[in-house]
């Protein structure tokens, strides 16, 4: 429900207007919305100027350890190696891998290669190969605010099959940006990875998806790709989730390793790929945060 608060009282967004001259009009949209039967945002996922700024900080952290990775990744290294590069610079930078320690998760990023979907374990008795395809996947807290990002790199020579997978599937994420409209449903986004995952030959996961992010790790909405125009929430200016599409080479089912509780591998064997930015909705698009 959207209480609407009086017209002179600060607004509930923390901007330090008045609601009349700030989010007054929007309310009256969202209270048009939801009475038409969508699925609206709580305000507390709606980030305000302030909000936007402290994540864009956070970020920069998130994208220098990226950028670290795909400098010094190569075979022979282990993933252990990498986990260790990434505690390095974020702590350098002043921040705290979001990982460590979240639901019990032991390491400080996630590393998956070839049929891993995500949330790999990195581990000194896992070394990289010539032909390997790896998402390296760092979500860095700083100073109250969180940012998450994943990317692909390919070690040495990779097959045509793997190359064209993880392309495609950074294509698929453009795809899912470039339709993110506000009072546009995540659903109208998502089906649009769908069609174009499809259209490659792949089938996108189903039950892992994106999330909402900000001041906390994972937040509402969950952000499917496999759901239909018109379902799931109404983006609104201010929400902040995350597109980070697993798209399998073959069947989108998965398993998680009993051994561990978290490594999701594809259950065909076939190659996975993922890539993760975080955004934020705006008037007219969104604006990406991290990448
Ligand atoms: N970074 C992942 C995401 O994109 C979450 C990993 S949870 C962890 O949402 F505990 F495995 F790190
Ligand atoms: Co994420």
Known sequence: MVKKLERNAPCWCGSGRKYKQCHSAFDDKLIMYADKGFFIPDRDIIKSEKDIEGIKRSAVINMAVLDY???????????????????????????????????GYTKSVCTSINDVVCHGIPSEKEILKDGDIINV????????????????????????????????VKKSVEIGVENV????????????????????????????????????????????????????????????????????????????????????????GSLSAQWEVQLVVTEDGCELLCW
């Open 181 to 268: 409209k506000p009072w546009t449903t995540l659903g109208d986004m998502g089906s649009k990875i769908n069609e174009f995952a499809i259209s490659c030959g792949y089938e996108v996961v189903r039950s892992i998806g994106g999330h909402g992010i900000g001041k906390e790790f994972h937040e509402d909405p969950f952000v499917s790709y496999v759901s239909n125009p018109g379902e799931e929430m109404l983006m609104v200016p201010g929400m902040c989730f995350t597109i980070e599409p697993m798209i399998n080479a073959g069947k989108h089912d998965i398993y998680i390793d009993e051994e561990d509780g978290w490594t999701a591998r594809t259950k065909d």
């Open 69 to 103: 990775v795909g400098e010094h990744i190569e075979a022979g290294i282990s993933t252990q190696q990498i986990d260790d590069w990434v505690v390095k610079i974020t702590k350098e930078m002043g921040g705290h891998c979001a990982p460590l320690g979240y639901d």
């Open 137 to 168: 996947d760092v979500s860095t807290y700083f100073e109250g605010y969180y940012s998450d990002s994943s990317r692909m790199y390919l070690i040495g020579n990779v097959s045509d099959e793997a190359r064209r997978l993880v392309e495609n």
